[in-house]
């Protein structure tokens, strides 16, 4: 019943007036705005809001307007601000109302008013009313730098559509804030369409271009739509051009959304100048995003960006990133360099980085000190080699690995004795490395402790001897057919499949044929493994001497 719950309003008990306020929000008639306007004065903060959310709601409209009209004069600020925005809530359908046009005075002096809601709601509320009387305070306020919400402004002069305001407006425009710029071209929109395609909204270009790389993800998308929205070939402006450096530094400081941001940016305006510091940040931005962002913007100024100087000249910045903390660095770093030049390892800008690589042997990092040394091996300059030995000693085994992949690369011989060293590391990768690595030099000097890692225990080592082996070639002939004599099985087999893919006619050589005699008295020696090793190497070997012996050999066992 009405009548219990506006009693239940002047309650002494603070609850119960707060549930009789909430209740009039779904049924209050005129008969409540009287009440619910003492309400706004309640000692409670709960049941002041409760009052002004139920005028607000306030269903029975016309008789309402009246009562709110008046009270727009309360003496209390907080009475006045729920009124103007209960008022505003109501004007959708009496806004033309000879009360609503009563209220236009008072609203003005709210206009004024200390408070940011209350000029919030008062600005809302002369727009609905639509009077002319409230153009040039609207003005005054729009002008005002430091009034707000001058957004609300903006948008009650587009509903009251004067003319006088497309200028203000437009200058409204430019402006840095995106919410007052949005306000503003919708109050123009209703006032001049065309207003958009004048020569005071282009001014607006450089304001808009800084804020496409604002903090804001809001800003920038605002900037964004309004610049496509006042010259749509707004990337070909002098404006433009003269953005780049402020662009760049938005690309070089700002956070990763920003960068992000701005490269699109540089693609849409195509200057050269962004052709170097995107190179860089293709290689030391981390996001994937980015990176797929940024070369498409390069592609777009130059297809030919990658042989453009301004790119050439990043190399030696570039390989200073190849032993960046970051291995996502370092890769794409290493991808920018190939893009650039195939045979950047080959270059003076690379044979100038050595010493700074030589030092980085020593980083107290070992991921980097193994980046040194891979980035030394594609270099491979000489001057890397006393280091690299040392690195084949590093308590890390990720950077002997790394020592023994480059020491292979440079291919000096003076490496071949620490490297057969390497070859009784503990690390399989490192043995790996340094086997792959005495292939490569291809010294005679590694034919015995090749041989030896025939017999390693892994299955991939041994493959890794035999391919090592094969690459020695045809100086491993004489050191490969006294192999066959091994009492290891797996030494005489790889020695048979090494000479077979080296000399296919290595039964024939004179090697061969010279160790027949040697072969043949270890069929007399004690040990049966160096008997039964003897008798396989003649029977591979073959020919007359080598049947005769073999026959009795056998002859004897029977």
């Known amino acids: ?3 219990w719950t506006l009693r239940q309003l002047r309650s002494e ?12 929000r779904f049924s209050g008639t005129a008969r409540a705005v009287e009440p619910l306007l003492a309400a706004l004065e309640d000692e409670d903060w709960y049941v002041r809001q409760a009052a002004g959310e139920a005028l607000w709601h306030m269903k029975d409209a016309p008789q309402a307007i009246g009562p709110l009209v008046a009270a727009l004069d309360h003496k209390l600020e907080d009475v006045r601000r729920e009124v103007a925005k209960a008022l505003y809530a109501r004007l959708t359908d009496y806004a033309t109302s000879s009360a609503a046009k009563r209220a236009v005075p008072s609203l003005l002096t709210l206009l004024k008013s200390e408070h940011y809601d209350t000029r919030r709601e008062a600005a809302g509320a002369l727009g609905m009313i639509g009077d002319t009387r409230a153009v040039e305070p609207l003005l005054a306020a729009l002008k005002d730098g ?8 903006a948008q009650a002069l587009g509903k009251i559509g004067d003319a006088r305001a497309r200028e203000p407006l437009l200058a409204a425009f430019n402006n840095q804030d995106g919410a007052l710029r949005a306000s503003a071209a919708e109050a123009l929109d209703r006032i001049d369409p065309k207003w958009a395609t004048s020569e005071a909204a282009k001014r607006a270009i450089p304001t808009l271009l800084p804020l496409l790389v604002d903090e804001s993800s809001s800003e920038r998308e605002w900037a964004a739509r309004d610049l496509e929205r006042v010259d749509r070939n707004w990337a070909k402006s002098d404006a433009a051009k003269q953005a780049i450096p402020t662009l760049l ?3 070089k400081n700002g956070d990763i959304y920003v960068k992000i941001a701005v490269v699109p940016v540089f693609g849409k305006i195509a200057d050269p100048r962004a052709v170097g510091p995107l190179v860089i940040a293709l290689a030391v931005v981390e996001s994937k995003s980015f990176r797929e962002a940024a070369a498409e913007a390069l592609d777009r100024i130059d297809p030919h960006w990658a042989n453009s100087e301004a790119a050439k000249a990043k190399l030696p910045t570039l390989l200073g990133f190849l032993v960046h903390e970051s291995s996502i660095v370092r890769g794409a770093t290493a991808e920018v360099l190939d893009r650039l030049d195939s045979n950047w390892a080959r270059s003076e800008a690379a044979k100038q980085q050595v010493p700074s690589l ?11 000190r193994a980046a040194a040394a891979e980035v030394l091996g594609k270099i491979a300059d000489a001057r890397a080699m006393e280091p690299l030995l040392a690195a084949l000693k590093d308590k890390e085994s990720m950077v002997r690995r790394a020592a023994a992949e480059t020491l292979g690369k440079i291919a000096d011989a003076q490496a071949v004795e620490p490297l057969a060293v390497a070859l009784s590391d503990k690390d399989e990768d490192v043995r790996r490395a340094a086997i792959e690595a005495l292939g490569r030099i291809g010294d005679a000097r590694a034919l015995e402790p090749l041989l030896a890692a025939v017999m390693d225990k892994r299955s991939s080592m041994r493959d890794a001897a035999t391919t090592a082996l094969v690459k020695i070639g045809a100086d491993s002939l004489e050191t490969l057919v006294g192999a066959l004599n091994s009492k290891e099985w797996l030494v005489r087999r790889a020695a048979i499949q090494i000479l ?10 004179a090697a061969a044929q010279a160790a027949v005699p040697y072969l043949v008295a270890a069929l007399e020696e004690k040990d049966a493994d160096v008997r039964q090793a003897a008798m396989h190497a003649l029977q591979t070997i073959g020919g007359p001497v080598a ?6 050999f056998n002859r004897k066992a029977v």
């Open 1 to 3: 019943m009405l009548w």
């Open 13 to 24: 008990d603070p609850k119960k007036r707060l549930d009789a306020a909430k209740e009039l």
């Open 146 to 153: 430091s009034y707000g919400p001058r957004n609300s402004v």
């Open 249 to 251: 530094t938005a690309l």
């Open 358 to 368: 030589v030092v980085a042997l020593k980083h107290e990092k070992p991921y980097l």
């Open 500 to 509: 077979d893919q080296i000399n296919p006619n290595w039964r024939e050589s």
């Open 547 to 552: 049947q005769e012996a073999l026959d009795r």
